[in-house]
Structure formats: C-alpha cells, structure tokens
C-alpha cells in the first residue's frame, strides 16, 4: 500500500476522504438546530428531520448523474457548488436572514448528498488495484472518522470565535480541495480497474 508505485492513489483517496468531512457537512449535521431555531422552528427534531430527510433522497439520483456526466466531474461540481452555499450562508447569517440561511443550508446538503456523500466511497475504492483495494480502503476509512471527530469538536469553537463567519474556513478548505481534486483525481466512470491504473502509470511517468 505504501509502495512509491501507489502514492498518487493513496494521496488522492486521502484527499476524497478528507474532503468529504472538511467540507463541513457535518457541522450542519451536529448543530443545524441553531440555525432553524433562527428561523423560527423551536423544535430541534424537526431541524434535524428535516436536514436528513434532505440529505438522503438526492442520492436517488447520483447513479443515473454519475453514468451521464462522470464521477469526476459530479465530485468536483459538488464541491464547487458547496462553496458557492456556504458563501451564500455567510452572507444570510451577516444579513440576519434566517429564511435564506434554511434556503442555503438545504442546498448545501443536497449538493453533498448527490456528490460528494455517495460518490467519494465509490471513487475510493475505483483508484486501487485489487491487491491494495481492502487495506487502503481501511484506512481512508479511518481517517475519514477522525475528521469527522475534528470537524464534530472544533466547530463550536470556530463559531464562538468567528461568529457569522463561521463557515469561511471551509470555503477556503472547499476552494483548496477542488485545486487538488482536478490535479490529483482522474476519472473512474466506465473504466476497469486496469485502465484506471494504466492512466496513474501515465501521471507518474
């Protein structure tokens, strides 16, 4: 696994991996309470009903949109379309708008939840060869959990410090993780496992 040969593999599947957690989507998972709160929703219950219920049915459609466009390219629109959300609920939360904050949140976790929530599992395991696929898999498992716990313990504190520009952090992390994810990541839609790692011997020559 931690053969020279495999190394772009590894570093992109640590970048989908990291991606998928940094983006922030689980601090809108973990305190999306507040923001319905500020919308008028007393009840947390439903906040929270209500972000799940969002987050699962567009990945109904990730198949049929990863077969027509690429998964590739639905991971890089995704978190590029994150960024433009989570600007945009900077924005609703400096302007004290909590109908655009809910609008902006939605659409953050469906755009997660047709991209990058599905796809970065399918893709992570589509760039290793057979021989590695289980023990590098693991792995970025492992270290998709442990940003989830980063991400689940620092966000109180970002948005004590930063208040409504809370979210401004994972802009900067979704802006870096699109740069690197169109260098480092080819596509994997429609091709074997040999072709995918024909086009890394490619890359690395």
Not at 26 to 53: C, E, H, Q, W
Not at 84 to 90: H, I, N, P
Not at 136 to 165: E, R, T
Request: proline fraction near 4%; include cysteine.
């Amino acid at each position: 696994m931690f053969d020279p040969i495999y190394r772009r593999q590894l570093a992109g599947a640590v970048l989908l991996s990291c991606s998928q957690q940094l983006s922030g989507i689980n601090a809108v998972f973990y305190y999306s309470s507040s923001i319905f709160a500020d919308a008028g929703i007393s009840d947390p219950r439903v906040g929270t009903l209500l972000i799940d219920f969002i987050n699962i049915w567009p990945a109904f459609f990730t198949g049929f949109l990863a077969i027509r466009f690429g998964n590739r390219n639905m991971i890089l629109w995704g978190l590029a379309g994150m960024l433009v959300m989570a600007l945009g609920m900077t924005l609703a939360f400096l302007v004290n708008v909590p109908a655009l904050s809910v609008l902006f949140t939605a659409l953050y976790v469906v755009t997660f939840g047709v991209t990058l929530g599905p796809l970065v599992w399918v893709m992570t395991a589509d760039i290793f060869p057979d021989s590695i696929r289980a023990s590098a898999s693991s792995l970025c498992i492992g270290i998709n959990w442990f940003c989830n716990l980063v991400v689940g313990i620092s966000y109180p504190y970002l948005a004590g410090a930063l208040k409504d520009f809370s979210y401004v952090p994972f802009v900067v992390l979704l802006a870096l993780f699109y740069c690197m994810t169109y260098r480092l990541i080819p596509e994997t839609s429609g091709k074997t496992s040999a072709e995918i790692q024909l086009e890394y011997e490619r890359r690395h020559h």
